[in-house]
């Protein structure tokens, strides 16, 4: 059985009534339900965690690590393009972590084309809307 772990970083809470042109109308409560029932579905468990909060993403990433899980799918929005904390997080801990992105970013600002961490991660998905997150998970469930 594989046990997944879904994070998301700041200002995805506001999904849903924030930018709507570029990340459409689904929640974050929308997304964990719908990642949670497709993971169960094949047979697995989903535990889901957001903050706002660089340390707390930190920290979470640490317990994350003790659990253990097989796997982190992780939006870590904006702080993608800056946090070098988060990259050596990402790099201390044993567990796969696949960065995940709503919008496509390298078709937005130039300060959004580059990852402090995609280097560190398992792998990347970028720019399929709510599909990001799913592509992540059926790539732990078949290969991890
Ligand atoms: C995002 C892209 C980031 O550049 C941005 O800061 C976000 C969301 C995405 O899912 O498309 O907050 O990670």
Avoid: W
Avoid at 95 to 118: D, G, W, Y
Wanted: charged share 25%; net charge negative; with cysteine.
């Amino acid at each position: 059985m594989k046990r997944l772990m879904l994070m998301n970083g700041p200002n995805i809470n506001l999904l849903g009534k924030r930018e709507k042109e570029i990340y459409g109308e689904f929640t974050l409560q929308t997304i964990e339900e719908k990642l949670a029932k497709l993971v169960e579905g094949q047979g697995g468990e989903l535990d889901c965690y957001q903050s706002n909060h660089e340390g707390e993403l930190i920290d979470y990433l640490h317990k994350a690590n003790e659990k253990p899980y097989d796997g982190v799918i992780f939006n870590p929005a904006a702080y993608t393009h800056t946090s070098v904390a988060l990259r050596d997080a990402i790099a201390a801990i044993d567990i796969p972590v696949i960065e995940v992105h709503i919008s496509n970013v390298h078709k937005r600002e130039t300060f959004r084309h580059q990852s402090m961490l995609a280097a560190v991660c398992y792998g990347q998905i970028v720019g399929f809307g709510m599909d990001s997150y799913r592509l992540a998970a059926f790539a732990f469930l078949k290969n991890k």
